[in-house]
């Protein structure tokens, strides 16, 4: 059976679910969780029970970057922000920190089939400081997988090639005000009006910068199918 540990992008909500794109793919239970770290997955992973020959496509750390840039950056996010630290879905402090959570989250997932899907692109200007910090976070994360033997899809190289591809170098990026998001979310349940914004906003891969429209998504079940399949 099929596992799917992450946060709003595993939820595929605002945005496009990548996991609707599946074409050979059973999914037992999806455990995406909006909003959710490193360490709130960590956390998580304790609570649920899982069969020692299930499969897992964990896709985190995306709100280990993104979390902290909205909290310095934008007054009206610090509320929500700090709502959802209290939850449990606390920010790694720093890249040691980040390095020592993943790692001990691929821990606990033992002797299991892993596949590690890379922090995507958080915002579509590449040379921003968010993803200057991304490409340092997916470099811990492919360093640990080459380490524990666990597969590493690299979605966000294929997001910079196609950004730079359509060279449409868009500032557009998750609103200052937590309730544009919530309007997003309710916008995209539907993948054409997700497109529609994707495309009214001049991005290439995703609604918001950070959420994938249906182009990304597809891709991304395509890269994941790929590596099973090479590996089963």
Not at 15 to 26: A, D, H, L, R
Not at 60 to 82: E, F, M, P, Q, R
Not at 85 to 111: A, C, M, P, W
Not at 213 to 224: D, Q, R, V
Request: include cysteine; hydrophobic fraction near 35%.
């Amino acid at each position: 059976m099929i596992n799917l540990l992450g946060d709003s992008i595993t939820v595929g909500s605002p945005g496009v679910p990548y996991y609707k794109y599946f074409q050979n793919i059973e999914i037992y239970k999806n455990y995406g969780l909006g909003g959710d770290t490193t360490s709130g997955l960590l956390k998580r992973i304790d609570r649920i029970e899982f069969d020692n020959n299930d499969t897992f496509i964990v896709e985190i750390g995306t709100n280990d970057v993104l979390l902290k840039y909205l909290h310095d950056t934008y007054y009206n996010w610090k509320k929500t922000i700090s709502a959802i630290e209290k939850s449990g879905r606390v920010i790694s402090k720093n890249e040691n920190d980040f390095r020592e959570k993943y790692q001990t989250l691929l821990n606990k997932l033992g002797h299991k089939r892993v596949f590690v899907v890379s922090i995507p692109c958080i915002g579509e200007i590449l040379e921003s400081k968010t993803n200057e910090q991304v490409n340092i976070y997916n470099k811990i994360i492919s360093d640990l997988c080459s380490m524990n033997g666990e597969i590493f899809i690299d979605f966000n190289k294929w997001q910079k090639d196609e950004i730079r591809r359509c060279n449409r170098k868009s500032v557009a990026f998750i609103s200052k005000h937590p309730i544009r998001m919530i309007i997003d979310v309710l916008l995209t349940k539907i993948s054409l009006i997700a497109d529609y914004l994707s495309e009214n906003r001049n991005l290439s891969t995703t609604i918001d910068g950070v959420h994938l429209n249906s182009k990304a998504s597809s891709t991304l079940a395509k890269m994941i199918e790929k590596e099973l399949a090479k590996n089963a």
